[in-house]
């Protein structure tokens, strides 16, 4: 996509230029925060112009939701200047279903009115299919952002993503078609066992065909086919008045458990910069909330 990454310290990151400003944020995603070396990344991030580099650490879950979340460093010469980020990169909560058991005791642990709304889906014609029409999948995404306020990638993003992903033998597409019109698409990514579901969109024709819920279960079959242990459905919330608990409790119904990650946190490399990106950053999804 034509965006810089750099090694440093045990980890990586990639460099993000800020508007109007000569200067840049680094990002590391996936990174322990125990196996950092602090000094050599603030010494590469700053020859780069980086005044923060932010570490997500999604990697590591809190089994107890009530679990302090904050993982810092405890020494060192940066210790003093890592804080904790105004705003996580990725959902704080997410839901894990374990793989392993039998088909047969997974489609048992479904909760009631799962089990019902995937029989209902097949009853009514609704039929899974692996495609590579990413066309599908970029329409119906679009369709969803409009419907749900939500801002998206543009579509050469999805497009690249989903190529060499899929070159790699790692990235499956998932049509959830009625009467051969497509209503559900999903991107699925298979990594060292574990199944992925990172990009979903629909349609709001023929809601009640729960077209989803037979997706998410041939997903599960799907998964266990490829070997995965672990199904991670990318995001959910700990609150029901939450906007995204209706998605939440769909996930919830498949016999997953909802677990916390732990904090995002900032390396900071240049205070008054800095200071001022969060200023701003904090206006936008001011008015962005504003207008949604």
Same mark, same amino acid.
């Given at each position: 996509?034509? *965006?810089p990454a750099?090694?440093?310290?045990g980890?990586q990151?990639?460099?993000?230029? &800020?508007?109007?400003?000569?200067?840049?944020?680094a990002?590391?995603?996936?990174?322990?925060?125990? $196996?950092?070396?602090?000094d050599?990344?603030?010494k590469?991030?700053?020859?780069?112009?980086?005044?923060?580099?932010?570490f997500?650490?999604?990697?590591?879950?809190l089994v107890?939701?009530?679990?302090? =979340?904050?993982?810092?460093?405890?020494?060192? =010469?940066?210790?003093?200047?890592?804080?904790?980020?105004? #705003?996580?990169?990725?959902a704080?909560?997410? +839901?894990?279903?374990? &793989?392993?058991p039998?088909?047969?005791?997974l489609?048992?642990?479904?909760? =009631?009115?799962t089990?019902y709304? +995937?029989?209902?889906?097949q $009853? =009514?014609g609704?039929?899974?299919?692996?495609?590579?029409? +990413?066309?599908?999948?970029?329409k119906?995404?679009?369709?969803t952002? $409009?419907?749900? %306020?939500f801002?998206?990638?543009?579509? +050469?993003?999805?497009? *690249?993503m989903?190529?060499?992903?899929?070159?790699?033998?790692?990235?499956h &597409?998932f049509?959830?078609? /009625?009467?051969?019109?497509?209503?559900?698409?999903?991107?699925l990514v /298979?990594?060292q066992?574990?199944?992925?579901?990172?990009?979903?969109?629909?349609?709001? #024709?023929?809601?009640?065909?729960m077209?989803?819920?037979?997706?998410?279960?041939?997903?599960?079959?799907?998964?266990?086919?490829?070997? /995965?242990?672990?199904?991670?459905?990318w995001?959910?919330?700990?609150?029901?008045?939450?906007?995204?608990?209706?998605?939440?409790?769909? $996930?919830?119904?498949?016999? %997953?458990e &909802?677990v916390?990650?732990?904090?995002?946190?900032?390396?900071?490399?240049n #205070?008054?910069?800095?200071?001022?990106?969060?200023?701003a950053?904090?206006?936008?999804?001011?008015?962005?909330?504003?207008f949604?």
């Amino acid at each position: 996509m034509g *965006t810089p990454a750099y090694s440093a310290g045990g980890m990586q990151f990639t460099l993000h230029k &800020l508007p109007l400003l000569p200067y840049f944020i680094a990002y590391a995603p996936k990174v322990s925060p125990d $196996k950092i070396n602090y000094d050599e990344v603030t010494k590469v991030a700053k020859a780069k112009n980086a005044v923060a580099v932010r570490f997500d650490v999604p990697n590591v879950v809190l089994v107890d939701p009530t679990a302090n =979340s904050r993982v810092l460093p405890d020494s060192g =010469s940066t210790r003093n200047n890592v804080v904790p980020a105004p #705003k996580d990169t990725f959902a704080k909560y997410n +839901i894990l279903l374990d &793989l392993t058991p039998t088909e047969e005791t997974l489609f048992a642990n479904l909760k =009631s009115k799962t089990r019902y709304n +995937i029989k209902l889906a097949q $009853k =009514s014609g609704v039929v899974v299919k692996e495609s590579n029409d +990413i066309d599908i999948f970029l329409k119906l995404n679009k369709e969803t952002a $409009k419907r749900q %306020g939500f801002f998206v990638h543009s579509d +050469i993003y999805y497009k *690249t993503m989903y190529q060499m992903l899929k070159d790699a033998g790692l990235a499956h &597409l998932f049509i959830a078609y /009625c009467n051969n019109e497509p209503l559900v698409a999903w991107i699925l990514v /298979c990594y060292q066992n574990v199944l992925y579901y990172p990009y979903g969109a629909s349609s709001e #024709k023929h809601k009640e065909v729960m077209a989803s819920n037979l997706l998410m279960w041939e997903a599960i079959k799907f998964g266990k086919a490829q070997n /995965c242990k672990l199904f991670d459905m990318w995001g959910a919330t700990n609150n029901e008045k939450d906007p995204w608990w209706g998605f939440t409790r769909f $996930k919830l119904g498949y016999g %997953g458990e &909802l677990v916390k990650y732990v904090d995002s946190y900032d390396l900071v490399l240049n #205070k008054p910069v800095y200071y001022l990106f969060n200023l701003a950053y904090k206006v936008f999804w001011f008015v962005v909330k504003l207008f949604k």
